[in-house]
């Protein structure tokens, strides 16, 4: 007997523990209390140097507004700088500075012992039973979206 409720109930005990992790601030190592989104962000510069505000709103999938808020706050702990291009003095990037590469390099640490064990289970897994999963989930958010 298929229990699909079971499936739908785990699903959503997982993403619980998921949102308690990005609701709960950390530090990476640079004596700031970091939230999710706040070192989403420095991740998000940290492997796209020199990227403005779109890119970076395209990157996460995010609002410009959300990343103004971000980097912002980001910028009053110093963990991130903002310049202009040379050529172009209306246009903004971004940089990390000393504490933010810091916060990155820490956060590679914290998602391998993190989620490293979930990579290890996918990793064992088939290529079969990984795509009727990345199907079901794909599904899955596509049905939980259009409803908002």
Do not use: W
Not at 99 to 118: T, Y
Not at 124 to 136: A, S
């Amino acid at each position: 007997m298929k229990n699909y409720k079971n499936i739908i109930k785990l699903y959503f005990s997982s993403m619980k523990s998921f949102d308690k992790i990005e609701k709960t601030p950390k530090d990476f190592g640079t004596g700031d209390l970091l939230y999710g989104s706040e070192i989403h962000t420095i991740v998000a510069i940290g492997e796209n140097p020199g990227s403005n505000m779109t890119e970076i709103a395209k990157i996460m999938d995010i609002t410009k507004g959300g990343v103004q808020k971000f980097t912002k706050k980001l910028l009053a702990k110093d963990l991130i700088y903002k310049t202009h291009l040379p050529n172009n003095k209306k246009e903004v990037i971004f940089g990390l500075t000393k504490k933010g590469n810091i916060a990155f390099k820490m956060h590679e640490d914290f998602e391998q012992r993190r989620f490293g064990k979930i990579y290890d289970v996918m990793y064992d897994m088939e290529e079969k039973e990984l795509q009727v999963l990345e199907d079901f989930l794909t599904k899955l958010n596509e049905i939980l979206c259009a409803g908002e």
